[in-house]
């Protein structure tokens, strides 16, 4: 993988990985109260047949809920029909920072700019 691939720049996704996505979508990170997908943790989707690939990143290394959050990915991934097994890949590079926050994400956020 692309490690300076980020979700959100002219990727694009089978029909299958776009339903994984929206399924991302209802995984709220606890400490920031928004989910994950437009926080910009998402760096990637891959679906191989019944099985899932996500390559993510987290806020902070040591991120005392990632065990948490590993789990409602999972299950949330797994919720998509014709999806049996998902692996998440936890990455560090790129190093997630607030530009990748969406737009809607910054607003929820009370961000500007």
Not at 14 to 29: G, H, R, Y
Request: aromatic share 4%.
């Amino acid at each position: 993988m692309d490690t300076d691939k980020v979700i959100g720049q002219g990727e694009e996704f089978s029909e299958i990985e776009t339903s994984v996505m929206t399924a991302l979508e209802e995984v709220i990170d606890p400490e920031l109260g928004i989910d994950i997908v437009n926080l910009g943790l998402i760096y990637d989707v891959v679906v191989k047949k019944t099985d899932c690939t996500i390559t993510m990143t987290l806020t902070t290394m040591g991120c005392p809920l990632s065990n948490l959050l590993e789990q409602q990915i999972t299950e949330a991934a797994e919720s998509v029909e014709d999806i049996s097994s998902c692996q998440i890949n936890l990455v560090w590079q790129p190093v997630w920072n607030v530009s990748m926050i969406s737009r809607f994400g910054k607003i929820s956020l009370g961000i500007h700019g």
